[in-house]
């Protein structure tokens, strides 16, 4: 089993910035792909982009450019550094992973962007 727990999130105006975290347990979690997703008010859950084992990152085309995903397999920890930030990336941030044949989530932070 996997237990992830995000922080980071918070209110910022447009154009600031702003670095979620995802703290995994276990001893794996060097070896899991780990995505970030978001939910904005009204709308369905979005892939944001994700990060495998290796480094290597993909990303949604609304956030290339602004968002970086890194890893630090010390920290069992996944982060989301999040720049120029717009009112529309105003959602609720998770980041996920899948093991097993199960998919684990975190509880969520809560990103808001005034304009």
């Known amino acids: 089993q996997v237990q992830l727990v995000e922080s980071g999130g918070g209110l910022v105006q447009a154009g600031e910035s702003l670095r979620l975290s995802c703290a995994a347990s276990?001893?794996?979690?060097?070896?899991?792909?780990m995505g970030w997703y978001r939910q904005p008010p009204g709308k369905q859950r979005e892939l944001v982009g994700s990060?495998?084992?290796?480094?290597?990152?993909n990303y949604a085309d609304s956030v290339k450019g602004r968002f970086t995903i890194s890893r630090d397999n010390g920290k069992n920890t996944v982060y989301l550094q999040m720049d120029s930030l717009k009112p529309e990336d105003t959602a609720v941030y998770y980041c996920?992973?899948?093991?097993?044949?199960?998919?684990?989530w975190g509880q969520g932070t809560q990103v808001t962007v005034s304009s």
């Open positions: 996920a992973t899948n093991y097993l044949a199960n998919t684990y």
């Open positions: 990060i495998n084992s290796a480094g290597n990152t």
């Open positions: 276990g001893s794996i979690f060097r070896l899991l792909v």
